[in-house]
């Protein structure tokens, strides 16, 4: 009853992205061609909804879908993410988090097989924001040369960036997106230390997400 009523509430609030939102649109590039697109959406509000897909990687490896959203509640601070993951051998997975300022409070999944040790809200050891908000903040240049922190009910990471550096591409912040607590990303590969390199124009504007999956390249490139 639980699952449902979960299910419920994550697909009727996922269903379109808030109407006062910016959408950026990127392609996901690697192996030698085109792997998925992902449309992000970015309010300045803090309401945000990200519906991404990768359809094309070798083996199928990490193909699937993945919705999420990040909206308002009541009290300064307090927010609600959102998300629903859809492996392409229909493997599904949907979060409920809470957060109130850079601490989270809640934290659901199902199925609850899924649960990590660190689905235990009581086990975070330092500030964290949901990974879509940690995906938003990549958008600001700024924030280059900081280290911030995020928590998707499994699993802490933390993403470190240097200070921006300018060459023939334009401004880039090299840096690691690093896992400090649960387990790793894509099952048996676990995933948990990738190094990162985001490239902005000369306005600031953030043009290109780039990492590497075991030897390979891939990375998200902003659609004009």
Same mark, same amino acid.
């Given at each position: 009853?639980?699952?449902?009523? @979960?299910?419920? #509430? !994550?697909?009727?609030?996922?269903? /379109?992205?808030?109407?006062?939102?910016? %959408?950026?649109?990127?392609?996901? &590039?690697?192996?030698?061609?085109?792997?998925?697109?992902?449309?992000?959406?970015?309010?300045?509000?803090?309401?945000?909804?990200?519906?991404?897909?990768?359809?094309?990687?070798?083996?199928?490896?990490?193909?699937?879908?993945?919705?999420?959203?990040?909206?308002?509640?009541?009290?300064?601070?307090?927010?609600?993410?959102?998300?629903?993951?859809?492996?392409?051998?229909?493997?599904?997975? @949907?979060?409920? #988090? !809470?957060?109130?300022?850079?601490? /989270?409070?809640?934290?659901?999944?199902? %199925?609850?097989?899924?649960?990590? &040790?660190?689905?235990?809200?009581?086990?975070?050891?330092?500030?964290?924001?949901?990974?879509?908000?940690?995906?938003?903040?990549?958008?600001?240049?700024?924030?280059?040369?900081?280290?911030?922190?995020?928590?998707?009910?499994?699993?802490?990471?933390?993403?470190?960036?240097?200070?921006?550096?300018?060459?023939?591409?334009?401004?880039?912040?090299?840096?690691?997106?690093?896992?400090?607590?649960?387990?790793?990303?894509?099952?048996?590969?676990?995933?948990?230390?990738?190094?990162?390199?985001?490239?902005?124009?000369?306005?600031?504007?953030?043009?290109?997400?780039?990492?590497?999956?075991?030897?390979?390249?891939?990375?998200?490139?902003?659609?004009?």
């Amino acid at each position: 009853m639980l699952r449902s009523f @979960l299910s419920a #509430l !994550v697909l009727a609030t996922l269903g /379109a992205a808030p109407s006062h939102a910016e %959408p950026h649109q990127f392609r996901f &590039e690697g192996f030698g061609g085109e792997v998925g697109r992902m449309t992000l959406n970015i309010a300045t509000d803090g309401a945000h909804w990200l519906d991404s897909a990768t359809d094309n990687m070798p083996f199928g490896f990490l193909n699937g879908t993945y919705v999420a959203r990040v909206d308002l509640l009541h009290g300064v601070g307090n927010r609600i993410f959102l998300a629903d993951r859809i492996a392409a051998d229909g493997d599904r997975r @949907l979060y409920r #988090l !809470v957060f109130s300022g850079t601490t /989270a409070t809640e934290t659901e999944i199902h %199925p609850s097989e899924d649960l990590t &040790e660190m689905s235990d809200t009581g086990r975070i050891d330092r500030p964290v924001t949901s990974p879509l908000e940690a995906l938003v903040s990549l958008f600001d240049i700024g924030l280059c040369g900081e280290t911030r922190a995020f928590y998707d009910g499994r699993r802490i990471v933390e993403i470190t960036l240097s200070e921006p550096e300018t060459d023939a591409s334009g401004q880039i912040c090299s840096g690691r997106y690093e896992i400090i607590a649960g387990p790793g990303h894509g099952g048996i590969v676990g995933l948990k230390n990738l190094p990162v390199t985001l490239t902005y124009d000369a306005e600031g504007t953030l043009r290109r997400i780039a990492t590497r999956l075991l030897f390979f390249r891939v990375a998200a490139v902003r659609e004009e």
